[in-house]
């Protein structure tokens, strides 16, 4: 793929479950051309981690312009981003790909490139956009949108007549998770906490077994809407890599595999605390299965000092021979 120009892609928007959006207008553009609009979907709430509805909006020519307007409706607002993009660093992703080896056709290797592109908002104007291709996701940039204005009868029918006010407020109490409203009254808006996602760190996993075993496999989602698939010989390397903290990871030895989500508050504050401590030092997370693999603990690790992660949920399955 190191020639090809062009990549055939999907674009969606997504958000985070507690804080619903919906887009009002976008498009994509090269400086010379239109290439696709952004689709709109009606609400989206998938997750920050999600891929978001797409109704066939798309294009194959890399993009350098990105526009985006769409409604926040815990914020009860609108924003707008405009924005150039890295065309250089996205022709390089989608040319450099990422592999696939197919467990069910004899671990058949083959060489696979992303799909679609994914922009990401949150409160405070927040945009994230991702190249995604399944088995792994990959942040192009962070980009910071404006607050606008869109008449609600250009936005929809307005049924109702409601008053500008009116309409945000019905939007608020229909379309935003009744928790979400209880904590925005109590707590406010967490602004700033999808930028606390994108910190990194240097890290890996350590797979510490009984008896013989080995660890084939991990697939990790992390807090910043980046996710990976890892096979045996990079595992093997263990090396440390710079990246956002995990908020899922599988992972799979020879005959068993788990399911794992971390506790948001447990794991940064776990890593607040060992980067403190030991400045610049990389950091483990110890995976230790249990007798006979009922369950799975985690710890995190930098030089002598450790810290559990007593709030992890696991899930563990039998592999099927």
Request: overall charge neutral; proline content about 4%; some cysteine.
């Amino acid at each position: 793929m190191e020639n090809k120009t062009k990549f055939s892609y999907g674009v969606s928007v997504t958000a985070p479950k507690e804080y619903p959006v919906e887009v009002h207008y976008g498009y994509l553009s090269t400086d010379k051309k239109f290439i696709t609009t952004v689709p709109r979907d009606g609400i989206e709430r998938q997750g920050w981690n999600a891929q978001g509805s797409n109704s066939g909006s798309g294009g194959s020519t890399m993009p350098t312009f990105l526009e985006l307007t769409w409604l926040s409706y815990a914020e009860k607002k609108f924003w707008k981003v405009e924005t150039e993009l890295p065309t250089d660093k996205i022709l390089a992703l989608f040319r450099e790909g990422f592999i696939f080896k197919n467990s069910r056709k004899n671990d058949t290797i083959t060489q696979e490139t992303y799909d679609r592109i994914v922009i990401g908002t949150a409160p405070g104007g927040v945009v994230v956009v991702w190249l995604d291709g399944g088995l792994k996701r990959v942040e192009i940039g962070r980009y910071q949108a404006k607050e606008t204005f869109v008449d609600r009868n250009n936005f929809y029918r307005n049924p109702k007549d409601l008053t500008q006010e009116g309409f945000f407020e019905e939007g608020f109490e229909i379309d935003v998770p009744k928790e979400t409203k209880e904590r925005i009254k109590k707590e406010g808006i967490p602004f700033g906490l999808w930028d606390n996602y994108r910190k990194k760190y240097n890290w890996r996993f350590d797979c510490t077994f009984y008896k013989e075993d080995k660890n084939v496999f991990q697939n990790i989602s992390f807090f910043n809407g980046e996710y990976i698939t890892i096979y045996k010989d990079e595992l093997d390397k263990k090396a440390f890599k710079n990246q956002a903290l995990p908020y899922r990871a599988e992972i799979t030895f020879n005959v068993y595999w788990c399911e794992n989500e971390f506790d948001e508050k447990e794991i940064f504050d776990a890593f607040k605390k060992l980067t403190t401590d030991h400045p610049d030092k990389n950091i483990e997370i110890e995976v230790r299965p249990d007798f006979m693999y009922k369950s799975v603990n985690f710890t995190v690790k930098c030089e002598e000092e450790e810290i559990p992660l007593k709030k992890t949920k696991v899930k563990m399955w039998k592999r099927k021979a």
